[in-house]
Structure formats: C-alpha cells, structure tokens
C-alpha cells in the first residue's frame, strides 16, 4: 500500500507544531507514526517490507498515528524518487503499544530512533514531556524547560547531557506557557531557544532538538504533539 502524503487527508502539520494522537485499534496491532529528521534532503520516502508506503514525507514532516500489524517489518527510508535506501531496519513491534519512527541522519548516512510513546495523560491541568536529540552527530546538550528563563541558570536541567538518538524519560509538569533553552554540556553558551511554546493540561508532547533546515550546523526546537486532548 502507498500513501501519497500530499494528498491523503491525515492532518499533517509543518515544522513547529506537528499534532497527533494515537487512536483505538484491533487485536494484535499496534500504531506507528513517521517524523523525517533527516538532513540534506528535500523530502524521503518510506518502504515497508520492500513496498512503497510513504511518500514525499518533506524535512520536519510527521504523520498522524498509523495502524500496523505486530509483525516484524522491515523499515527503509530512500530519498523521495530514489530506489537507493540510506537506511534499513529491521522492527519488531509490540501490540497495543503507541511508537514514533525518527528518520534521522544525512543523506550519505541514515540513522533511525524508534520510541514508545505513554500517550496517558498525566491528569488535570498537567502535561506530560519527553526531549529527544536528533541532531545529526552532536555533541551532547542540557535541555532546559522553564517557566522562568532566568530558572535555566539556577535549576538542574530538564535533559542534561543528551546524545543523539537518545531521550529522556516523559516528565509531567503544570500546564502553562514555558521556554525551552538549549545549551551545550555543562556550558553556558545557549545554541538554541523556543520561547512562549503552551503546553496544555492532559496533552503529551516530545520536544524535538533537530537541525535547521538549510543549516545543518544550528539547532532547533520543534515539539510535536504525541496525545491531543480536544477541549
């Protein structure tokens, strides 16, 4: 089966705000989102087990929530109208278990992170966050969630030390209006910030730190929205 992003009506949202939210499935299936992290390519596509499943996914792209079956799969990621992959996984799914696949990596190396996802709410008036690094090949980075920006210099950060490909733990937090403040290791030096992003009560979010389109070597914060609660 092929899915045409550009055309089929999954509600896709660009770059900043991306929102989805896991919905009900059958017995031994499980649902499975795409996000394309991969850097120096307009757009890629996704095979499944060798067939075309996803096209045109653009840089910064995700997909709402899909339903698979609980087989192993072989994932491939190639650039979009390419039969060269830059990535091959193999995957083996859990039922009834929420996921998000981040192609990462650059066009002459593709890397992948797969992630459960705890899409409960964390209860009224909180929100729930984890923080993931997908920026290509970095360093490590303290990641700082703050109501207050003066907090980052003072409170212990929300990430600290970050690799790439790796995450943190989902944290519940009040709902409300934070900044998000990106800094080297054990460093003073703030290489990125995401300033006044609302984190609303019940919803659960990952925060993204991924390269800026057109310049591989800058950070940036893009937060998806794992768990939408509709008021």
């Known amino acids: 089966m092929k899915l045409n992003l550009k055309t089929r009506d999954i509600a896709l949202i660009f770059c900043l705000q991306v929102t989805g939210c896991a919905s009900d499935r059958d017995d031994n299936s499980t649902n499975l989102r795409f996000v394309n992290a991969v850097v120096g390519i ?3 596509d996704m095979l499944v087990d060798s067939d075309d499943y996803l096209e045109n996914i653009s840089y ?13 799969h072989i994932f491939q990621v190639t650039p979009s109208n390419s039969l060269t992959p830059i990535d091959t996984q193999r995957v083996s799914l859990q039922d009834d278990v929420d996921y998000t696949y981040i192609a990462c990596g650059d066009s002459s190396e593709g890397e992948a992170v797969l992630l459960k996802d705890d899409n409960e709410p964390a209860g ?6 984890r923080i993931v ?38 944290r519940a937090a009040r709902a409300g209006t934070y900044d998000i403040i990106v800094r080297g290791d054990k460093s003073d030096v703030t290489v990125a910030t ?22 591989s070597s800058e950070v940036r914060v893009v937060v998806l929205t794992d768990r939408d609660v509709k008021s």
């Open 124 to 129: 009224d008036n909180s929100f729930k966050v």
């Open 42 to 44: 307009d757009s890629v």
């Open 60 to 72: 910064l792209e995700s997909t709402a929530y899909l339903e698979f079956d609980t087989d192993p």
């Open 194 to 215: 995401l300033a006044g992003q609302e984190f609303k009560g019940e919803n659960v979010y990952s925060v993204l730190l991924v390269a800026e389109e057109g310049a």
């Open 133 to 170: 690094n997908v920026f290509n090949g970095s360093q490590g980075f303290d990641v700082s969630i703050v109501a207050n920006p003066g907090d980052a210099d003072t409170l212990q950060p929300t990430a600290d030390n970050l690799r790439f490909k790796a995450a943190t733990q989902y």
